[in-house]
């Protein structure tokens, strides 16, 4: 017992000394850069590298003060033609500090010039996204146990939930390239009444309710109604790019369930049915659809909020068989009718920026 208490009094002794010995050569690299300041002012400038080199290498300014020292070593290497080190301490600041963008109206020349032969723009942009969906169903042609034509039944919509990655890469400002991969649960109910009698009384009146849940890979191409470099020269300090996009999903229905009720006119009736339908062969697993989309991204720092509304109509008929020989047809008095289905998602997504800066001019 008291080997451990000696060896956590000497860890915690180690701690702080190195805590209190990094705090030294940080607040010591201060006054090194206010001289590297003037020394390059006085034109001095075989001395600023010596001065601050080692202090960024190490890490010992805080976040201001790095970008500062990395702009006062790249110029002072640009006027001393160096140029490989003049590159090697730009490429060190867009590893460091990705937000950093020179000042046309204020910045040297030389600096400008040097910057915009690096890539400093996000090679891509990775995320999440999380929304509520509702599913419309239209009725291709329609099927029952009594006289079809009579028959149609009334589908309503319920609200499910999505959620995914996304990736996205934008070129020339304007033009987005985007990919998710999703997880969508949607669900609608279908009421119908079998066997009219001639007073219109209902002999059978059905309700059921189909939850599906699918897999969807989607590619959609986004303009960008707005750019960001525009709202940055009218000055704006909050960036929100409204964008429109137009794509494709392909959704591949992992599970169809059909929950269904029956009510008779006799008293009689049943619950409690909780059929696959594809696995009973109803339904089919592929329903590509065609989306558009309309939306917002919201800087947030580096990253940005991304806001939107996407229509998705389904393209193919979902239905591969109409009726059974089973309990779904025979006792609940349920048919399938040929259906395609159409959704409206509501989301909210992240997506953060992916940084690979590199020289792109020799």
Known sequence: ???????????????????????????????????????????????????????????????EELTEAYRLLILSYIYLDETEKADEAMLGLLRDNHAYEINETADPTELINLYRTFR?????FWGFKLGA?????????NYGLNDANSTFGEYSNTVGIEGGLMFEKIF????????????NNNSFT????????PDGNALIEHLSTETQTSLGFSLMGQYLIK????????????IRLPYVGIGATLKYITSSDLAAETDRDNGGGADGAAEDLIGEGFRKQLNPTVDI?????????????????????GLLNLTDKHYDNGRLSTFYGWAANDI?????????????????PKKLIK
């Open 190 to 197: 279908y009421e119908n009444n079998y066997l009219n009698e």
């Open 1 to 63: 017992m008291k080997r451990e208490t000696k060896i956590l009094k000497f860890l915690t002794l180690v701690f702080f000394i190195t805590l209190i010995s990094t705090k030294s050569f940080s607040q010591s690299c201060t006054p090194n850069l206010r001289e590297a300041r003037v020394r390059f002012d006085e034109g001095k400038i075989h001395d600023v590298a010596g001065l601050i080199k080692e202090c960024i290498e190490k890490k010992s300014f805080n976040n």
């Open 340 to 356: 395609s289905t159409h959704f409206v998602t509501v989301s909210v997504g992240y997506l953060i920026p992916q940084y690979s």
């Open 133 to 141: 969906a509702t599913t419309f169903v239209n009725v291709i042609k």
């Open 120 to 124: 400093t723009k996000p090679i891509f």
């Open 227 to 238: 750019t960001e470099s525009q709202l940055k020269k009218k000055g704006q300090q909050k």
């Open 172 to 183: 020339f400002n304007r033009i987005a390239a985007h990919a998710d991969l999703s997880y």
């Open 293 to 313: 989309e309309a939306g917002y991204k919201i800087k947030s720092k580096l990253s940005f909020i991304n806001l939107s509304v996407r229509y998705s109509y």
